[in-house]
T-cell receptor, first 117, second 112 residues
């Protein structure tokens, strides 16, 4: 059974550009959550999508957005990139809503490492 | 606001030792607590998930306990091996916020 797949693995962008990251969840999983990991802030929750709807959102500016398609694949978009957006972006999938269940295990992809110059 | 703290931040032990990693959280209204392992440059691998009604979970050489009332969890690793070297993170699924809050992790080095 294939795991969570994130593409691309690495990205280099310049300030002001925008970027789109992709996440394919484990087959059958309907929830996809996105996280940003930086040395200074650790792992921080961005948002969770379930059945094509954003169910929860972390404390990030509106430049960070996402969407989920009918096949549960998800994309995350960051517009007007800033240097501080350089990070490892991780997505995680689960069968049901990870944030509202006592037994949903999250399975993580290997991440997309974004460098903003 | 839920806060998760992991102590120590780094730990180095000789191979074969038993060790304990600690995780504390400020809000006991949680659905579950999950321990993850992260290898350098890679994503997170789920190790154990403890539901809020459970006290502990075991998987092989790993045992995780949960004391919700005191806001604490421990991850016990028996007979450590060099392959256990990684960063271990705990995350609590917060009923109030509907999301997971992660600690900063404990970086474990097991020396042969």
């Amino acid at each position: 059974k294939a795991g969570v797949t994130q593409t691309p693995r690495y990205l280099i962008k310049t300030r002001g550009q925008q970027v789109t990251l992709s996440c394919s969840p484990i087959s059958g999983h309907r929830s996809v959550s996105w996280y940003q990991q930086t040395p200074g802030q650790g792992l921080q929750f961005l948002f969770e999508y379930f059945s094509e709807t954003q169910r929860n959102k972390g404390n990030f500016p509106g430049r960070f957005s996402g969407r989920q398609f009918s096949n549960s694949r998800s994309e995350m978009n960051v517009s007007t990139l800033e240097l501080g957006d350089s990070a490892l972006y991780l997505c995680a999938s689960s069968l049901g809503l990870a944030g509202f269940s006592n037994q949903e295990t999250q399975y993580f992809g290997r991440g997309t490492r974004l460098l903003v110059l | 606001k839920q806060e998760v703290t992991q102590i120590p931040a780094a730990l180095s032990v000789p191979e074969g030792e038993n060790l304990v990693l600690n995780c504390s959280f400020t809000d006991s209204a949680i659905y579950n607590l999950q321990w993850f392992r992260q290898d350098p440059g890679k994503g997170l691998t789920s190790l154990l998930l403890i539901q809020s009604s459970q006290r502990e979970q075991t998987s092989g050489r790993l045992n995780a306990s949960l004391d919700k009332s005191s806001g604490r969890s421990t991850l016990y690793i028996a007979a450590s091996q060099p392959g256990d070297s990684a960063t271990y993170l705990c995350a609590v699924s917060d009923t109030n916020a509907g999301k997971s809050t992660f600690g900063d992790g404990t970086t474990l080095t097991v020396k042969p």
